[in-house]
């Protein structure tokens, strides 16, 4: 029976309510589908798809369908896959009160009640605030996710010889946006002794894109008025200034996990928890934790 919500009308009961409509939550989804569990996928965007939705490169669907898309593709090709799912984007989870979901979407807020909770809501890179960086605040600044949505969302062009902040995988991720638009970056800047990704990053950012590789290297303040105009670095215990129109912070990532606040009983998939991982292992994690879930409501 259901039970009535503030709303004054029935409140909704699901098996499973998947909160993120990314990698691991679609598959997830897909894989309840296969295995005749009613679930339903929450997806504040108005576009399922995830993070590969911003990224125009290569090197997506390998390890969920044996194939090497750009991220668009990917995502596209995810949505696809969840055609027969009940799939519901422009939705945001406020909050979660045991069984009870606080749900908003264009029609105002409601309450639903899920029998299982999956939380697949991924992760974000820390913008500038959070790393305490002093100086100006033109514009300019952003993080490697801003970037891919100014260039392959909007087709704009939001600087031409940045600075790229940070050395971990999205890094060099952010370095292939720029090229796809004909920004080319001033540096690529790393505080520690090297670079976070694989050590062969460095020379591919070099002799293959152009763009030296600072290591030991920290950002200390950035100039400017209207929009960027230089940096101030502190290289080997010296400072100097580096010419530059934009600043690209990339990495440190944060997990999108407010709605875990005192929630034990919500089960996570993807890169809300653990170590950052690639789409194609959060879509494999998706399928797996999907699998284990059915076998406990069985």
Same mark, same amino acid.
């Given at each position: 029976?259901?039970? *009535?919500?503030?709303?004054?009308?029935?409140?909704?009961?699901?098996?499973?309510?998947?909160?993120?409509?990314?990698?691991?939550?679609?598959?997830?989804?897909?894989?309840?589908?296969?295995?005749?569990?009613?679930?339903?996928?929450?997806?504040?965007?108005?576009?399922?798809?995830?993070?590969?939705?911003?990224?125009?490169?290569?090197?997506?669907?390998?390890?969920? =369908?044996?194939?090497?898309?750009?991220?668009?593709?990917?995502?596209?090709?995810?949505?696809?896959?969840? /055609?027969?799912?009940?799939?519901?984007?422009?939705?945001?989870?406020?909050?979660?009160?045991?069984?009870?979901?606080?749900?908003?979407?264009?029609?105002?807020?409601?309450?639903? @009640?899920?029998?299982?909770?999956?939380?697949?809501?991924?992760?974000?890179?820390?913008? $500038?605030?959070? #790393?305490?960086?002093?100086?100006?605040?033109?514009?300019?600044?952003?993080?490697?996710?801003?970037?891919?949505?100014?260039?392959?969302?909007?087709?704009?062009?939001?600087?031409?010889?940045?600075?790229?902040?940070? @050395? /971990?995988?999205?890094?060099?991720?952010?370095?292939?946006?720029?090229?796809?638009?004909?920004?080319?970056?001033?540096?690529?800047?790393?505080?520690?002794? @090297?670079?976070?990704? *694989? #050590?062969?990053?460095?020379?591919?950012?070099?002799?293959?894109?152009?763009?030296?590789?600072?290591?030991?290297?920290?950002?200390?303040?950035?100039?400017?008025?209207?929009?960027?105009?230089?940096?101030?670095?502190?290289?080997?215990?010296? =400072?100097? $200034?580096?010419?530059?129109?934009?600043?690209?912070?990339?990495?440190?990532?944060?997990?999108?996990?407010?709605?875990?606040?005192?929630?034990?009983?919500?089960?996570?998939?993807?890169?809300?928890?653990?170590?950052?991982?690639?789409?194609?292992?959060?879509?494999? /994690?998706?399928?797996?934790?999907?699998?284990?879930?059915?076998?406990?409501?069985?």
């Amino acid at each position: 029976m259901s039970r *009535p919500c503030s709303g004054r009308r029935p409140m909704e009961r699901r098996d499973v309510v998947i909160i993120g409509g990314g990698p691991a939550g679609l598959s997830a989804g897909r894989r309840f589908s296969e295995l005749g569990i009613a679930a339903t996928v929450l997806e504040r965007e108005q576009q399922a798809g995830g993070i590969p939705r911003h990224c125009g490169h290569l090197g997506f669907g390998w390890q969920s =369908h044996r194939r090497i898309w750009t991220g668009p593709r990917f995502a596209q090709q995810l949505r696809a896959d969840s /055609e027969k799912l009940d799939l519901r984007t422009g939705h945001t989870v406020l909050g979660i009160d045991g069984d009870i979901l606080r749900v908003q979407n264009a029609q105002g807020i409601h309450d639903m @009640s899920a029998g299982r909770i999956l939380l697949a809501t991924g992760t974000r890179e820390s913008p $500038r605030a959070p #790393r305490f960086v002093g100086g100006a605040r033109p514009r300019g600044v952003m993080t490697t996710g801003a970037l891919q949505a100014n260039v392959y969302l909007q087709n704009f062009k939001p600087f031409e010889r940045p600075v790229i902040i940070g @050395s /971990e995988l999205v890094a060099f991720s952010a370095i292939l946006t720029c090229r796809h638009f004909g920004i080319r970056p001033v540096a690529m800047i790393e505080a520690q002794d @090297s670079i976070s990704a *694989p #050590r062969t990053g460095d020379l591919v950012a070099r002799l293959l894109y152009g763009v030296p590789v600072w290591t030991k290297t920290k950002l200390v303040a950035i100039e400017g008025r209207a929009q960027v105009e230089a940096v101030e670095i502190e290289r080997e215990g010296r =400072h100097e $200034r580096v010419a530059c129109d934009g600043v690209i912070f990339t990495g440190q990532w944060v997990p999108e996990a407010a709605l875990l606040v005192n929630r034990p009983k919500v089960t996570l998939a993807g890169n809300v928890h653990g170590a950052l991982k690639t789409s194609g292992a959060c879509w494999r /994690e998706g399928r797996a934790i999907a699998e284990k879930m059915a076998g406990e409501l069985a």
